[in-house]
T-cell receptor, first 111, second 114 residues
Framework: RKEVEQDPGPFNVPEGATVAFNCTYS??????FFWYRQDCRKEPKLLMS???SGNEDGRFTAQLNRASQYISLLIRDSKLSDSATYLC????????????FGDGTTLTVKP | DGGITQSPKYLFRKEGQNVTLSCEQN?????MYWYRQDPGQGLRLIYY???????QKGDIAEGYSVSREKKESFPLTVTSAQKNPTAFYLC?????????????FGPGTRLTVL
């Protein structure tokens, strides 16, 4: 079993739809959580950090469930420009400096 | 212009040759990282460094080497011992603090072995 697992893709949704991605992690000592966005053949870029209380940035909402060991990303009112691969990242501070990346979930938003 | 630069953007190598990928940053970040990404997969950690003159192996260090002689620079050498080096190589940096450890990525180098 992988340390970080993401929903298998691809997700194909119409513009304006709401879509949610989940990511599970196996190490209960995990401390830091992030969602990155990666466009085709480009570098990953930070979308949001994920906090215990949950956080929202415009149309994007991230939540953390420590009891069930998963994080989620909700995108409301999808735009064509949201089409990308979304990477879940988990950091275990017991291994200072090391982060584990999920394989990513691909989202395609269609007109 | 601040940020992380990687060069070259595309690199072609013949089998049996060593090649060095450059990563430079002017963000004054303490930590630097090298990842490898294969098509349809996530990033896998090759090496990382939290401080000058010190670095640690990641999950797939075999066939790679690094140095950290300056805070700004963390070059990666892909040696001939790396059996399948064709991939997208990404350099990242961060503060070496648990309360501010977000990683920022350079634009990457695509290495192709001919």
């Amino acid at each position: 079993r992988k340390e970080v697992e993401q929903d298998p893709g691809p997700f194909n949704v119409p513009e304006g739809a709401t879509v949610a991605f989940n990511c599970t992690y196996s190490n209960s000592a995990s401390q830091s959580f992030f969602w990155y966005r990666q466009d085709c053949r480009k570098e990953p870029k930070l979308l949001m950090s994920v906090y215990s209380s949950g956080n929202e940035d415009g149309r994007f909402t991230a939540q953390l469930n420590r009891a069930s060991q998963y994080i989620s990303l909700l995108i409301r009112d999808s735009k064509l420009s949201d089409s990308a691969t979304y990477l879940c990242v988990v950091k275990y501070n017991t291994n200072a400096g090391k982060s584990t990346f999920g394989d990513g979930t691909t989202l395609t938003v269609k007109p | 212009d601040g940020g992380i630069t990687q060069s070259p953007k595309y690199l072609f190598r013949k089998e049996g040759q060593n090649v060095t990928l450059s990563c430079e940053q002017n963000l004054n970040h303490d930590a630097m990282y090298w990842y490898r990404q294969d098509p349809g997969q996530g990033l896998r950690l090759i090496y990382y460094s939290q401080i000058v003159n010190d670095f640690q192996k990641g999950d797939i260090a075999e066939g790679y080497s690094v140095s950290r002689e300056k805070k700004e620079s963390f070059p990666l050498t892909v040696t001939s011992a790396q059996k399948n080096p064709t991939a997208f190589y990404l350099c990242a940096t961060s503060w070496a603090r648990t309360d501010s450890d977000t990683q920022y990525f350079g634009p990457g180098t695509r290495l192709t072995v001919l």
